[in-house]
C-alpha cells in the first residue's frame, strides 16, 4: 500500500490509457480528463 500524507488530495479518473505514451502525452490526457495540472 502506498502511504499518503493527511491532507493530500488524490484525484482519480477511470478509463483506459495506452502507457507506451511518453510522458507529455500522458500529462496532456490527465489534463484533458480532469481539467488539473499533473
Known sequence: MIP???GV???LAVGHTDMRRGM?????QV??????DP
Do not use: D, I, K, T
Open 31 to 36: 489534463q484533458q480528463a480532469l481539467g488539473r
Open 4 to 6: 499518503v500524507p493527511s
Open 24 to 28: 507529455h502525452s500522458l500529462a496532456l
Open 9 to 11: 488530495r488524490v484525484w
